[in-house]
């Protein structure tokens, strides 16, 4: 479960990178 929370939140922060 911490690893999926922590994987996402890193993904989501490269997907918000690549969108700016």
Do not use: P
């Amino acid at each position: 479960d911490l690893a999926w929370t922590q994987g996402s939140r890193e993904w989501l922060a490269l997907e918000t990178f690549i969108d700016t």
